[in-house]
């Protein structure tokens, strides 16, 4: 599954330590390099983990960090700093930080936390009663879907089968899934439906969810991925 780390931090040469270190086919780095630029992209973006420096050229980023545990409580933010006395270890992790890493750090060590953290929070997601992002909502246990239209958000009515397919395809965000896979995970392997069957219930989800249709992306040749990042 597909997840996205912010790094709020003005040097150049520690964004490409954290680059090397944790970028790959399965996680996107976002860079902002003060206060400013990463409080849009927190506006604009959806991420699974934010890497904050304490000292930036617009302020120090206690009060951002707290600004995040007040709007999105459940993201996991890390303090990646220079400064390592006690104090300011103890003010991050009273603002609601999560880990507190000082640099120099290894670059190894950095990988093994962020990852290990991202593999909690996917678990905690996928077991979660509901699934939101800017542009989608799917409750599990009322089987209600609202999807963006406008400034609002609208009640979805979905079949059974359809709600099946949407919350099968959310908790794979930005994973391809093949239609095969998919005939054999919906229906079962000893029912004798065709692949391209697939293609006409997602067609009738996608006319279902309307503005929000692209949620769902075609991938030519394979099957389908979902991308809720694709509408924002």
């Known amino acids: 599954m597909h997840q996205k780390v912010l790094l709020v931090e003005d040097s150049k040469e520690i964004l490409r330590i954290v680059q090397q270190a944790i970028e790959g086919p399965v996680l996107t780095l976002d860079w902002a390099g003060d206060l400013l630029e990463a409080k849009e992209y927190l506006k604009k973006n959806q991420y699974d983990l934010v890497l904050l420096d304490v000292e930036l050229p617009d302020g120090n980023s206690f009060n951002l960090c707290s600004e995040i545990q007040t709007n999105q409580p459940k993201l996991p933010i890390f303090f990646l700093t220079a400064h390592d006395n006690l104090s300011e270890k103890v003010m991050a992790f009273s ?34 009663d509901s699934l939101k992002w800017n542009s989608i909502e799917i409750d599990k246990i009322s089987q209600e879907v609202l999807v963006k239209e406008g400034d609002e958000m609208v009640s979805v009515e979905l079949t059974a089968l359809e709600f099946k397919l949407l919350t099968y395809f959310a908790m794979r965000v930005e994973e391809v899934v093949d239609r095969d896979t998919i005939l054999n995970d919906i229906w079962g392997k000893d029912v004798h439906v065709y692949s391209r069957s697939v293609d006409t219930h997602v067609s009738k989800l996608r006319k ?25």
Do not use: M, N
Request: net charge positive; proline share 5%.
């Open 95 to 128: 603002v609601g930080a999560d880990d507190y890493i000082t640099k120099p750090f290894d670059s190894l060590e950095l990988k093994a936390r962020v990852e290990g953290k991202l593999k909690k929070q996917e678990i905690l997601k996928q077991s979660s």
């Open 208 to 232: 279902k969810l309307g503005p929000s249709a692209g949620v769902i992306e075609s991938v030519h040749g394979t099957g389908y991925k979902f991308s809720p990042e694709a509408l924002s």
